[in-house]
């Protein structure tokens, strides 16, 4: 029974020293704390010191086996220290245990020193040879180190037999006493402290981590172009990035304390209510715009994301989220959509806007039973302008002419630009034809006054064409291409007007088509001949030259008349390549006739669109030596247009053409500007009356008159002077009396194949 006890009150004696060392490693908590901000020899002053301390306190509650032999944790601590804290630390321990144990003085003051010493030599030597990683230690080599710390420490008590100090049977068994003890105390006592250790030590490391990461979250926040912010469970916000001042312009004590929709637009929240859901659900929400208005007015848009945040027992506890101000990037998308559907000259809307507006519109009316009114304007004569005067003054004139035709309209008038001069409106809500005829006027009349230029004054006038919806057609595609139909109805009426769509409209816009698609492949075709009307002398009647005229015949549309086609081919640019056709074709054929009848010179028409191309000189070069004729006999037609566009290049190539030798002649002379100046100022040889002057000058004394001093004027220009037209003698008379040079008509002979003019040279002699 009386052992029984004492083992009891080993046992008691050890579970208190385990625990006073168990207790006194978390008392130093504190102590190690001091971590977090101390590194390399001052953290392990520190952690030296405070197991100093722990084994200081745990020598207090010692088991005594013998006099001064002790059983307690202060090796425990140096092992500790010395792992936890490297070779000073446990220095540190191991001295300031050992400078206690000799105060406090008694048999195994000294022995108690000695094992100190061995402890921390055989700590340090295990832990050299078999490393523990303080920050997740093993057991199995905790309870290793525990082994090799029991019997540093069983070793005083065979040195005091060794001395003499004792007999060898009581220091051996002392030492077997304490080995058996202490391989039950130490490891479990270094596997405690140990990982009591590691955990503070981990969570001083993690505490460290987020420390850290909030510095350099907050050096993020404010240097970053976005900021960042925090709310709590109510959604006010609690945290704001100092970036959120610079965009915004105000305090963060606009946002601190409020929620997070303080400040937004009352009529413009874009996504927030979408964040809101998110909030309310605890979701994730990212890139959620919505805009803000400032103390100052201004409104900014901003793209908002945000995560939910969890306390430790996973509730949750607000939102920490970014703003990025976008405001700059939504005005250039603005502008983009805005240069995507408008016209970037005139800010109308351009061709896919109007035709999204016009789909639109009748639809609504289709519902409403409204009626729709759809115009197509088209500027007279604007190609002229702009091979006149360049295309900056031709940008200068659409300018305003879109200003003009907007103020002309009504404010729910819907205006667009298709391209180059043409203008569309769509007007709705009409009562009856009138309404559309009193807007159609309204833009006529805008065009009365002159565009003012830098250099002067133009007159443009305008062509419109009406299609009305339900009555013309009832959808967009049918309604834009009545309008376009109604539109060259009125260009072929003399421009300067308005038409509305009519069934007649649609089949002649319809034949227009086919005459376009048959006239493109005319010349592959092989369809365009040229016909030749002689041109003679009035005096003798004698064939000095022909003028060379285009005919078209078709398979499907026959022999189709010259002024409508040739129309057609201007208005669609296929004027050019027909155009350089004709002049190569007439130089071989005359060429070849000049072999039989020399002396003959050919008159060949040049339209204004063919002779605004840079390349007219050089087709007109080509043409001639691909033909051998020579320059002098070959004469180029061109009407007042071309000499009214004025341009450096025109007066370049006419003196170009002169210099080759080729000779000048104005066509259809008094049905133009009629301005003397261009006569004086160009190289033209050759002045044609129009045939318009000439029918009438046997029954109109004014006309008469006109024509006599048309001839007497040219005379004085030192100009030859051809009358068109002559189909009577007393025209011919009256020609020969006015001094007329040359005549042509059909008095003299009719347009005719050159096989037919080779044969004859003349339809008929005149008297």
């Not at 990683?133 to 060794?162: E, N």
């Not at 592959?524 to 005096?539: A, G, K, W």
Request: glycine residues 8%.
């Amino acid at each position: 029974m009386r052992s029984m006890v004492d083992l009891l009150g080993v046992f008691g004696a050890l579970a208190t020293n385990m625990v006073t060392l168990i207790g006194l490693t978390v008392a130093i908590s504190l102590a190690t704390r001091r971590l977090k901000s101390l590194s390399g020899h001052r953290s392990a002053v520190v952690l030296g010191c405070g197991f100093a301390l722990v084994g200081m306190g745990a020598m207090l509650v010692s088991l005594e086996l013998v006099d001064g032999i002790l059983v307690d944790g202060r090796n425990v601590a140096i092992a500790a220290s010395a792992l936890f804290g490297g070779p000073l630390s446990g220095v540190l321990t191991a001295a300031g245990i050992s400078v206690v144990r000799l105060l406090l003085g008694g048999d195994g003051a000294m022995p108690g020193v000695v094992s100190a010493g061995l402890t921390l030599l055989g700590c340090l030597g295990f832990l050299r040879t078999l490393p523990v990683v303080p920050a997740r230690p093993s057991t199995i080599r905790l309870a290793q180190l525990g082994v090799m710390v029991t019997l540093t420490s069983a070793s005083p008590a065979l040195l005091v037999g060794f001395i003499g100090l004792w007999t060898w049977d009581a220091a051996f068994h002392v030492a077997l006493v304490y080995t058996a003890i202490g391989t039950c105390y130490y490891p479990l006592g270094l596997i405690l402290v140990a990982n009591l250790v590691a955990r503070e030590l981990a969570q001083l490391a993690a505490e460290q981590s987020l420390r850290e990461s909030e510095t350099r979250f907050r050096a993020l926040a404010e240097t970053s172009n976005d900021w960042f912010w925090e709310t709590d469970t109510a959604d006010r916000v609690t945290y704001v990035s100092d970036r959120m001042e610079e965009v915004l312009g105000t305090g963060k004590e606009a946002l601190i304390g409020h929620r997070r929709g303080c400040l937004l637009v009352d009529t413009i929240d874009g996504d927030f209510q979408e964040s809101v859901n998110a909030v309310a659900a605890r979701r994730q929400f990212r890139n959620l715009v919505w805009a803000v208005r400032l103390p100052n007015g201004e409104v900014k848009w901003l793209r908002n994301s945000g995560v939910p945040l969890t306390d430790r027992e996973g509730r949750f506890a607000g939102y920490l989220g970014a703003t990025a101000d976008i405001t700059e990037h939504r005005h250039a998308q603005k502008t983009i959509q805005w240069q995507a559907s408008h016209d970037t000259l005139t800010d109308l809307p351009n061709r896919a806007l109007f035709l999204s507006r016009l789909t639109r519109t009748l639809k609504q009316a289709e519902t409403t039973g409204q009626r729709v009114a759809l115009l197509f304007i088209d500027l007279d004569q604007f190609k002229r302008i702009n091979d006149s005067f360049g295309h900056t003054v031709g940008d200068q004139i659409i300018l305003s002419a879109a200003e003009r035709i907007v103020a002309a309209t009504n404010p729910a008038d819907v205006v667009a630009r298709l391209g180059g001069d043409e203008f569309t409106v769509i007007t709705a809500d009409l009562d009856d034809a009138s309404d559309v005829e009193r807007i159609a006027r309204r833009i006529l009349g805008a065009f009365e006054a002159p565009f003012r230029l830098e250099h002067g004054e133009v007159y443009i006038s305008a062509s419109l064409g009406i299609a009305i919806f339900p009555d013309n057609g009832r959808d967009a595609d049918a309604l834009m291409r009545e309008a376009d139909a109604a539109l060259y109805r009125a260009k072929d009426g003399g421009r300067n007007d308005f038409r509305f769509f009519t069934p007649e409209l649609n089949k002649r816009w319809r034949e227009r088509t086919l005459m376009e698609g048959h006239l493109r492949k005319a010349l592959e075709r092989d369809e365009l001949f040229l016909c030749y009307q002689p041109v003679v002398s009035v005096q003798d009647q004698r064939l000095v030259g022909v003028e060379c005229l285009l005919r078209w015949k078709n398979d499907t549309l026959g022999l189709v008349p010259t002024p409508k086609f040739i129309s057609l081919a201007e208005d669609t640019g296929l004027i050019v390549p027909i155009g350089t056709w004709v002049l190569e074709t007439a130089c071989k054929q005359i060429a070849e006739l000049l072999q039989t009848r020399p002396g003959l010179r050919v008159a060949v028409n040049v339209s204004s669109r063919q002779f605004a191309t840079a390349g007219l000189l050089d087709a007109v070069k080509r043409a001639l030596a691909d033909s051998g004729l020579s320059p002098g006999q070959l004469e180029l037609e061109i009407t007042e247009s071309v000499l009214m566009a004025d341009l450096p290049q025109t007066y370049q190539t006419l003196e170009a053409l002169s210099a080759l030798g080729v000779s000048l002649s104005l066509d259809d002379f008094g049905t133009g500007y009629s301005s003397l100046s261009y006569l004086r100022s160009f190289p033209v040889n050759v002045l044609k009356i129009d045939r318009a002057f000439v029918k009438d000058v046997t029954v109109d004394p004014t006309a008469a008159a006109m024509v006599e001093s048309i001839i007497t004027m040219a005379h004085g220009l030192k100009l030859t002077v051809v009358t068109e037209g002559v189909e009577t003698q007393e025209q011919h008379a009256l020609m020969a009396r006015f001094g007329a040079d040359l005549g042509q008509g059909y008095l003299y002979g009719r347009p005719m194949p050159l096989a037919e003019l080779a044969r004859t040279y003349c339809a008929r002699e005149v008297a």
